[in-house]
């Protein structure tokens, strides 16, 4: 059982805390997800379950945590890995070793695992993951969905009975989302107790014993997924599922039986006909040591004014495109008429300011713009991506949203011909999601957006163009949808329920206030 008490965390820049005062129990088997906001606390409370926070750096831990009566703060490293498997948000920050094999069985080493232990998890963990060719493959040339599954299957083997998970579908393609889940609920029904910081509820859902909602640092409420209030979850900004948001919306009607509605409105996608803005190929591109490209294709182009989202699994070959674009990836033959700027998985591979408003001023600086156009342009940008309250905050004091919503905004202060985004979506509430795309749309008004992203109904929302991916090679390039039903929406293999359910209905796949005045 996890107990806490009066929990509560002061960062070393506040005089009253950012989370709590807590009190919670969680007594297992169970699944139980923690959802709110973005920045209001839900990664925090997770590492001071963890004992983390009461170890490590310069805050002001206050109450206390216990795990069956003991402070994990306490706890030896084999103890601690023997009860408790933390994963955090970003998961290259937790790959220690050279190779898969290695990565997954530290775990199992740190607890004194026999060597015959070992080796039999080792092959049954590389089976289930599926994507693993090589044992001996370094984690380092995994894509970033790949590492989650390996961080989250090292802390799995390890055999703690206590399991804390931030965000760990945030990187998932749906067909991994749901193995996750399903391991989860296997995990649970051994006994396991599971706690899961998430925005997007729509995989947990139906498998969740509690759900738990934050709120500027505080519990808001706490109940079975039956028995919340979805009103109050869709005012904080959380992912309900469209689904069951649906059901609220015409709950004289079953969602499995609503009728086929009128034709969707034109959305066959961008025509544009300008130049290409950046083109490249051909290309035939493998990692270090990889025997299989990463990446190949004889040619594509990009134009000013499209909004081209990447689609495809996890290992497909999506980032390596956009670091082939952005020049980061050496060998690509690149042409390019403009400047592009992209912004990586992990946002802190961009933040280097003491402030949020220094990240913001650096491109205009370097530009040698005036103090009054950088300080417009810093604000406007700020005002744009919802950041104003936080330009003075330093930008690792920030949640992963934030902080990913803090890199989108530097990138655009430098005005960019180009922007490509690798999975914007990861660490930020549905609304804030939403707003951002707009004001990405806006600022890039003139320009070429790309966007990878495993958020299908986000992609099919906001993109004018969608490139499918499978084992680095494009196997679709057109419209989001097109009147012929040669588009990407009927393109995808593996849908979610709400793409599905749209689809079935000759729907475009909007949010769910649009596809209730098109039913209507």
């Not at 699944?31 to 209001?40: H, S």
């Not at 997770?46 to 206390?64: I, K, N, P, T």
């Not at 849908?495 to 909007?510: I, K």
């Amino acid at each position: 059982m996890l107990v806490a008490k009066d929990l509560t965390y002061t960062y070393p820049s506040k005089q009253v805390p950012s989370v709590g005062p807590i009190d919670v129990e969680i007594e297992g088997p169970a699944i139980v997800v923690i959802t709110g906001p973005t920045g209001c606390g839900k990664s925090t409370l997770l590492r001071l379950m963890a004992g983390l926070l009461q170890r490590h750096g310069q805050g002001r831990v206050g109450g206390s945590v216990r795990v069956d009566k003991i402070s994990p703060a306490a706890w030896s490293p084999p103890v601690r890995a023997a009860s408790l498997g933390f994963v955090n948000q970003c998961p290259g920050d937790q790959l220690v070793t050279g190779s898969i094999a290695d990565e997954l069985a530290f775990g199992l080493e740190s607890v004194g695992a026999s060597v015959e232990t070992i080796q039999g998890e080792v092959l049954t963990w590389t089976d289930r993951l599926g994507f693993v060719r090589d044992p001996g493959q370094s984690p380092m040339q995994l894509s970033g969905g790949q590492q989650q599954q390996l961080v989250i299957a090292s802390a799995v083997a390890a055999g703690a009975g206590l399991l804390l998970l931030d965000e760990p579908l945030s990187q998932l393609d749906p067909p991994a989302a749901a193995r996750t889940v399903d391991m989860l609920m296997k995990l649970r029904d051994l006994g396991r107790t599971i706690m899961v910081v998430e925005h997007r509820l729509e995989p947990l859902w139906g498998v969740a014993d509690r759900i738990i909602l934050m709120e500027e640092g505080q519990i808001q409420l706490d109940a079975t997924p039956a028995e919340m209030p979805v009103a109050a979850l869709q005012a904080s900004g959380v992912g309900v599922p469209p689904l069951v948001l649906l059901q609220e919306r015409i709950p004289s009607i079953m969602v499995a039986q609503v009728p086929p509605a009128k034709p969707p409105p034109n959305t066959a996608g961008n025509t544009n006909k300008a130049p290409a803005i950046i083109s490249i190929g051909p290309i035939d591109f493998k990692h270090p040591g990889a025997t299989t490209p990463a990446f190949q294709t004889p040619g594509i182009e990009f134009h000013s004014g499209e909004r081209v989202a990447v689609l495809g699994h996890n290992g497909s070959g999506k980032s390596t495109l956009l670091e082939l674009l952005s020049g980061t990836l050496p060998g690509a033959s690149v042409q390019l008429a403009g400047r592009i700027i992209g912004v990586p998985q992990d946002p802190d591979l961009c933040l280097f300011s003491e402030s949020v408003w220094d990240e913001l001023a650096y491109a205009p600086r370097e530009s040698r713009e005036g103090n009054v156009e950088t300080r417009k342009r810093v604000e406007s940008t700020a005002e744009s991506l919802g950041l104003t309250p936080l330009l003075q905050a330093p930008p690792q004091a920030l949640s992963r949203g934030q902080r990913g919503r803090v890199a989108v905004a530097a990138a655009l202060t430098a005005v960019p011909d180009v922007l490509a985004l690798d999975e914007p979506t990861a660490g930020q509430d549905v609304g804030l999601l939403e707003h951002m795309m707009k004001s990405i749309d806006s600022a890039m008004a003139d320009g070429l957006l790309l966007f990878a992203t495993h958020d299908m109904a986000l992609a099919l929302r906001w993109a004018s163009r969608v490139l499918i991916l499978e084992a680095g090679v494009v196997v679709f390039d057109g419209p989001a949808y097109s009147p012929d039903g040669v588009d990407a929406a009927n393109a995808l293999k593996s849908p979610t329920d709400w793409v599905r359910f749209c689809r079935a209905r000759n729907l475009p796949v909007g949010t769910v206030e649009q596809v209730v005045e098109w039913l209507e």
